[in-house]
């Protein structure tokens, strides 16, 4: 009976999140100059495990400043290989994980030539040529260019577009790229930015070993527990014995996953809005504004940097103080330590989305039974609310669940750099189902987001998140 009802409540579960996947999956293409780092393998093997929730288009071997003259479209072949020995027991846990050779087909090829040199007549490549055809499918769902290296073969496409398509339909298939870059790794970023400044586009520009956004998820953070990102932790969780995928992620050489946060906030949580970039996700939290130049440290990289000529979603910065764990009384309490930097809007999820990584890595191996899978965070209300100035509502996450039947932990908080309202708000006892709130007293219409943290007990600890919008308006 016991195992009937197991049964019962894997495929409930099952159900749940297939239907989250078809409603939430993003579509991406991946630009890597893998084999320049070994970080690109790293990232690589993190994202298969999330092939089931991110819609894969490609995946084009690239050069950049660091590889200028060859490609290694083999290197991320070998990968999905080792993927797709792992990929039956990967499909125990949830559905959707696609076969190897479904991966293999979408290996694709840039030009062996740095930055510009590649972009122009006769320089079309098969992963130019591609980023077009892929755009040009029947699909209403935004493009995701998730840039890993240099970013040369998508400035062909939009070369190609530019030249062979009319004014309307250039226009209607650059509306749908969105491109992450890890900062500007070739010459052909700007030369992007200049020449088409309507292309949504997230990137640190200029000295992005320093001052990047996406260095957060490597950065050794002083006044943190920063063991998620250590070496013994990646050995234990990652590499040994974790079947043929685990085998495949080399020793760190510079930094750790550096190319992660370009397609982390694509991953369904609850957190991540892809289309939002300033209301803060896995990947980091970003806002439109044209850098001021002046201000835009230089060094750390050989490629040329230059003063923007239009927005561009880039570094943002929240003041962040962390919970933690109290060992009597409410299980939870503020640190005595605060951060303010745009390093932070990335790290202070790491710890959640690095046992992310670890459970999947599980999945490799393990039964279901003996993994852990996330909590399914539920409200009994509507994410959008809308209360008047001074008026009492509640916020109750009561029907969540967990598909392993472990234990749940609440943690609600105001995240204000996401909201107009920037005032303090005091949510009493943050650690419960439910917390009971008065509306703030506004002289105009302000927005309030709360986070809901959602984690369970199991091992590695997973959480999964609900974001509520409550509109204050005046009386």
């Known amino acids: 009976m016991k195992t009937f009802y197991l049964f019962i409540s894997f495929c409930l579960a099952c159900s749940i999140t297939t239907f989250a996947q078809i409603n939430q999956k993003n579509r991406v293409i991946v630009l890597t100059d893998i084999e320049a780092d070994p970080d690109d393998t790293q990232s690589l093997v993190r994202l298969l495990l999330y092939s089931n929730q991110i819609d894969i288009k490609g995946i084009v071997a690239t050069t950049s400043c660091w590889l200028q003259n060859r490609i290694a479209p083999e290197s991320i072949e070998r990968v999905i290989r080792a993927y797709g020995k792992v990929q039956p027991n990967l499909l125990k846990h949830e559905a959707g994980f696609p076969k190897p050779e479904t991966l293999t087909a979408l290996i694709k090829k840039g030009l062996p030539e740095y930055g510009m040199k590649g972009v122009g007549d006769g320089k079309n490549s098969e992963g130019s040529d591609w980023i077009i055809k892929v755009l040009e499918e029947k699909d209403d769902r935004p493009l995701w260019i998730s840039v890993w290296g240099g970013v040369n073969t998508l400035a062909q496409s939009l070369e ?22 890890i900062s500007d790794q070739d010459d052909s970023g700007i030369w992007i930015r200049n020449n088409f400044p309507d292309l949504f586009y997230i990137v640190s520009p200029g000295d992005f070993y320093a001052s990047a956004t996406w260095t957060g998820i490597n950065s050794y953070i002083n006044g943190i527990d920063n063991s998620v990102i250590s070496n013994n932790w990646i050995a234990q969780n990652i590499q040994q014995d974790h079947g043929p995928l685990g085998s495949e992620y080399p020793d760190v050489a510079w930094g750790v996953e550096g190319d992660t946060p370009a397609f982390l906030s694509l991953i369904p949580n609850g957190l991540n809005e892809p289309e939002h970039p300033e209301w803060g996700a896995w990947g980091g939290r970003y806002e439109l504004y044209k850098p001021d130049f002046s201000k835009t440290k230089k060094g750390g990289s050989i490629v040329t940097i230059a003063p923007e000529t239009r927005p561009i979603w880039t570094n943002a910065v929240d003041n962040y103080t962390p919970y933690i764990p109290k060992e009597y009384g409410r299980s939870v309490k503020r640190d005595t330590i605060t951060f303010k930097d745009n390093k932070v809007t990335l790290w202070r999820w790491r710890d959640d989305f690095q046992n ?13 039974e003996e993994a852990n899978h996330p909590p399914i965070p539920e409200l009994t209300h509507s994410d959008l609310l809308t209360v008047s100035s001074g008026e009492a509502f509640s916020l109750d996450a009561f029907k969540s669940t967990d598909p392993d039947g472990d234990n749940l932990s609440y943690l609600w908080f105001h995240y204000p750099e996401e909201s107009s309202y920037k005032e303090k708000i005091d949510l009493g006892a943050e650690n419960v189902h439910i917390v009971n709130l008065r509306a703030p007293e506004v002289e105009k219409k302000e927005t309030v987001h709360f986070i809901l943290k959602l984690s369970d007990k199991g091992s590695p600890a997973l959480s999964r998140y609900k974001r509520v919008i409550v509109t204050v308006l005046p009386n």
């Open 160 to 181: 190609q577009i530019r030249k062979t398509k009319s004014k309307k339909e250039a226009q209607r298939l650059i509306s749908k790229l969105r491109v992450y870059t």
């Open 356 to 368: 992310d990584f670890a459970a999947r890595m599980d999945w490799c191996t393990q039964t279901y």
